[in-house]
């Protein structure tokens, strides 16, 4: 007999689809409106699996940034694993193209690290800190032993610099297309990666590199 809350052969993707609909239910409503209910019924399956892998709500809400934020350092490992040679820009694209799934993310997790509004603040910070910051740091300072940042620049202000030529385009998304016209679309997110890339790299990169591209 099949024990409660554990999944069987047509429950194998049951934990992907139960991301996925976190992702769409808690950057849409309150942490507090949404339910286990809610959430399997986006996902499609048993209420008991939230259990089964995630503990409870809480335990699924903190793997949901884990997974997104997962997704763009696995695009950025790929890309760099690439034979093709790696570009910055391909940095924006991929993080573009993840978050284009959930546009209000990044707003969430302002809400949850910044505004101390969410539930797993200090959690966030120390995953964050510890998982996901080495990697872009080492990203820049790969970037330097390349001989293409400027050696004089700031580590820490670059990090700040490329986060939020990634991020704050997020923020202002609503205001950017009802007051100037720009909507988030594939076309319109390709143009704004290039764009944020070369602004980066015209400031940041030694001279000689700016119109290498």
């Known amino acids: 007999m099949k024990t409660r809350g554990r999944p069987d052969k047509n429950d194998e993707d049951g934990r ?14 309150p942490y507090s409106q949404v339910t286990t209910r809610m959430l ?14 995630f503990e409870n709500k809480e335990g699924l809400y903190k793997a949901m940034f884990m997974e997104v934020t997962g997704e763009v350092i696995a695009g950025i490992e790929q890309a760099i694993g690439d034979d093709k040679p790696f570009d910055l820009e391909d940095i924006f694209h991929i993080f573009y193209g993840v978050i284009k799934q959930s546009p209000a993310f990044p707003i969430l997790m302002f809400k949850e690290i910044v ?5 797993c603040r200090d959690y966030l910070i120390e995953r964050i800190e ?7 740091f080492n990203m820049l300072s790969q970037l330097k032993q390349q001989g293409l940042i400027k050696e004089e620049l700031d580590d820490r202000l670059l990090m700040l610099n490329l986060m939020g ?4 385009p997020w923020y202002m998304r609503e205001s950017m297309a009802t007051q100037m016209g ?16 070369n602004m980066f790299k015209y400031g940041c990169f030694k001279e000689r590199d700016k119109n290498e591209n």
């Open 165 to 168: 030529l990634m991020i704050f």
């Open 16 to 29: 992907a689809r139960l991301v996925l609909a976190a992702r769409r239910c808690f950057t849409t409503s």
């Open 130 to 136: 510890n998982t996901r910051k080495p990697f872009f």
């Open 115 to 119: 505004l101390e509004q969410g539930i």
């Open 40 to 53: 399997a019924q986006e996902a499609g399956v048993d209420a008991a699996l939230i259990r089964y892998y």
């Open 182 to 197: 720009i909507e988030f679309n594939d076309e319109q997110l390709s143009k704004m990666a290039t764009h944020n890339a």
